[in-house]
Each structure stands twice: as C-alpha cells, then as structure tokens.
C-alpha cells in the first residue's frame, strides 16, 4: 500500500518538475515567436529583438548561425542578412527578419556578436520546413483519427464490464502494466512537449530532427491513462471472482518502478540529463507494451474463450496502431528526416506491437475459439475460468 502511495507521489513530483519552463536569465535577444512552422516557397516574418539595450556599447552587430554554422550548408532557408541594433533613446530595439523556405527540413537559428556574449541555449529561433502543406494537414488528420480511434478503444471494455457487472475474463496483470505504461507515457509526451529546456535538449542531439510528440499524443496518453484508472475500479466493485494481479506483474511493476525512482534521483542531482531521463519513462513504456498482452493472451488460451474480453477494444486498438504507423511515415515523407521515425522509439514501438498482438487477439476471437451457439456462462468456480493459477507463471 505505501509503496503504491510512494510511487503515485513520485509521478506526480517528477511531472510538476519536468514541465516546468526555464526562465532563461541569459537572455541577450529573443525571436519573436521563437518557432515557426511553413513549407518550401512560403516566407514569415519573425522579430530579433534586444532584450538589454541599456548595458550595450552605442552598436550591437548580430551575425546569424545554422546549426552553429556561419552559412547554411543544406540550404533549408535563404540566407539571413545580419542587423545592426544602434543605442538610441525611444528607439524599438527590434529587427524584422524574413525566413523564406527553401528545403524541407529542421533548422536552428541562433546570433553571434562581438559586443555581446549570445547564449545559443536560449535565444534561437526553431524552424521547421515542411514539403507540402497538403501533407501537412494530413499528417493531423491522420493523427487525430487514430487519437479518436486508440481512445475509443477503451470504452467497449469499460461498456462490457458495467452491463455484467462483472471483470471477470479481464486479466488484472494487463489492467495494471496498462496502468504503469501509460503513466510513464504520459510523463515523456507532456514534458518533451511542453518543456523548452527538453526541446533543446532533443534539438540539440537531432539537430535536423523532428518533434516527435505532437498535441494528440499528449491527450491520448493523459485519456488512456484515465480510462485505465476507471477500468480498474470496475475492479473493485464488480464481481472479479478469484482473480489477481500475479506476483511475476509485481515484481516486474516493482523493478521497473525501482529504476525509475533510482534515474529520477539520479537526474535531480546533475548526473543524468533531463532528455534522457524522460526516454528511460518511454522505455519502460516500451517495455510494458512488449509484455503487457502475454497475461492476456495466456489467459484467454487456457480458457479457450475470449468472453469477458472485448474484441470491440482490439479492432479500434488495431486501427489506431496502423494510423500511429502512417503518421510517422508520413512526417519522415514532409520533413525528409526518416531518422525521426526512430527519435520517438515509444510511438513507433507502440504501434508495431500493438499491431502484432491484435492480429493474435482477432485470430484467437474469430478463427481459435469462436463462440458456440451455445452461449457458455463464466462462473467464478468453473474449470476454466479458475484464477487461482498466476496468469505469469515462470514457465510463461
């Protein structure tokens, strides 16, 4: 019980901490806004502005970087000209700058003067390129469609398990790796996509990369986490019979609970970067989502039925994990930056193993034990309904 409480605290403090924002105090010159989004052929106006004109000489000369080059090798943006900030009372210390697409692809802008010290950990400007603005609303449609999909999916089980008033046929080992994997998905996706200093982290070890985390997969993880939460206090209120979750899914919840716990203390200490420690929450995420179906999958052969379990559930899931896969694809396709596919290993890793399992749960629902016209009843002392026998047993 204290270990649950212990780690609900610690998700709950590691998230607090990881969204919020750095307030740089370096700041020399700020763009206004600091990123923007367009597509080959396509200009947008973006302010440099002075951030210190009252502690500068009389003339400030800024000098722009491309990935912390003088020039722009790859030829992503037409060449920026350099702008002088002259020391006048009254005057706007701003500079308009014009940044028109040339090549699809990622981009960091930063400055360098001879004046002033620029910290280029703070004051850039994010560009992304994209191919086509076609591709680019279909890379949201297709990303909202599988949110719908992927969040839908949890209700058909939720629907199941209140008109029986029953959980039984649900394996609780799946319910709480679910539960585990999502808050740890949750926490990578709000914290890459809301944190900066995280954003620069990532930019900076995929400098021509592309943010792997979008609105939609903020939303997904956070609902998918709640839906798993309400699942599981169907749980405790409905008939669950002798069911329970196995000490195997305790003992691998507690290690991988461990770890992190570990690279969290690691990391707040300076040892271990932020990025990296949000990637070991996707990691783990990863992880579960490889061993996560196995209980279920288990249970329902040696029941030889599926009754108590909603296929509803697998052909949404199913659904939404070939969307997820496309979307990816198709930004790889927008951005020329195939290598993106594998900056976000949960995404991508969520899709292909969900696609795989549920292909295993359609096959078990519709072609190995396909429901007789004979509607046979779960009943908690049955002899194939017994869940007295850990679903992960050390042979499994």
């Known amino acids: 019980m204290y270990l649950k409480i212990l780690t609900v605290f610690l998700y709950l403090h590691l998230l607090f901490n990881l969204t919020i924002c750095v ?73 308009m700058i014009i940044v028109s697409g040339r090549r699809q692809g990622h981009l960091v802008v930063t400055a360098q003067s001879p004046q002033v010290n620029i910290s280029s950990q703070y004051d850039f400007l994010l560009i992304d390129i994209a191919r086509s603005r076609t591709l680019n609303v279909l890379v949201q449609l297709v990303g909202w469609i599988y949110f719908f999909a992927w969040s839908i999916s949890f209700y058909p089980q939720i629907i199941l398990n209140f008109r029986r008033q029953s959980v039984v046929g649900l394996n609780f080992d799946f319910l709480a790796l679910n539960i585990l994997g999502f808050s740890c998905y949750s926490i990578f996706n709000v914290c890459l996509y809301t944190s900066h200093d995280i954003q620069q982290q990532y930019y900076t070890k995929h400098p021509h990369g592309v943010l792997p985390v979008l609105l939609n997969d903020v939303v997904f993880s956070v609902h998918a986490l709640i839906a798993c939460l309400i699942t599981a206090g169907q749980c405790v209120f409905f008939e669950r019979g002798t069911q329970r979750i196995s000490y195997i899914a305790r003992i691998i919840g507690s290690i991988l609970t461990v770890f992190l716990l570990v690279s969290s ?8 970067s932020m990025l990296t420690l949000i990637y070991f929450f996707s990691y783990v995420k990863l992880v579960i989502t490889m061993i996560k179906y196995v209980p279920q999958a288990w249970m329902n052969y040696r029941r030889q039925s599926t009754e108590g379990w909603s296929i509803g559930n697998i052909l949404l899931d199913f659904t939404g994990g070939i969307l997820s896969v496309v979307q990816m694809f198709l930004l790889a396709i927008n951005y020329d930056d195939w290598s993106s ?13 969900s696609i795989l399992f549920d292909l295993l749960f359609i096959a078990q629902h ?17 002899e194939n309904t017994d869940e007295r026998t850990p679903i992960l047993s050390p042979q499994s």
Do not use: C, W
């Open 23 to 95: 307030q740089p105090e370096q700041s020399v010159i700020s763009f206004e806004p600091s990123s923007i989004s367009i597509t080959i052929g396509q200009s947008y106006h973006v302010n440099a502005r002075l951030l210190i004109p009252d502690i500068i000489p009389p003339d400030v000369f800024l000098m722009f970087l491309y990935n912390d080059k003088l020039s722009d090798p790859q030829g992503y943006i037409q060449t920026l000209p350099n702008i002088t900030f002259t020391k006048q009372t009254g005057d706007d210390q701003s500079r």
């Open 265 to 272: 203390i690691v990391a707040f200490t300076n040892h271990l």
């Open 341 to 353: 596919i594998f900056g976000s290993p949960t995404k991508f890793g969520l899709g292909l193993f």
């Open 366 to 382: 519709y072609l190995f034990f396909r429901p007789t016209t004979r509607r046979t009843h779960l009943t908690t002392n049955g």
